[in-house]
């Protein structure tokens, strides 16, 4: 059974950092594509950064520059880490993986950009 677990959400003031991460078990973690995902009040849920297997990332434009993916194949883990944070980066996020054609969700963490 795939599982995922969203850890290192919080508040922060605007311009301040966080690093989320996501430990996945019950899968090949090393070759599957992973992602972070994120939903705010009344909004949908968006794509805010995936890796690939082999390294490869990709980025919604609105966190481009400011926000990196990374994955630990080692440790089973991807992490998000988010500087200059804004209060729209306020919303839960979500690590996500398709592993033989299902697709698997975290439980999400909070994040909030406020002083």
């Known amino acids: 059974q795939v599982q995922l677990v969203e850890s290192g959400g919080g508040l922060v003031q605007p311009g301040g950092s966080l690093r989320l991460s996501c430990a996945a078990s019950g899968m090949i973690f090393s070759t599957n594509t992973m992602g972070w995902y994120r939903q705010a009040p009344g909004e949908e849920r968006r794509l805010v950064a995936t890796v690939t297997g082999g390294g490869s990332t990709n980025y919604a434009d609105s966190v481009k520059g400011r926000f990196a993916i990374s994955r630990d194949n080692a440790k089973n883990t991807v992490d998000l880490q988010m500087n200059s944070l804004k209060p729209e980066d306020t919303a839960v996020y979500y690590c996500?993986?398709?592993?033989?054609?299902?697709?698997?969700w975290g439980q999400g963490t909070q994040v909030t950009v406020s002083s």
């Open positions: 996500r993986t398709i592993y033989y054609g299902r697709q698997y």
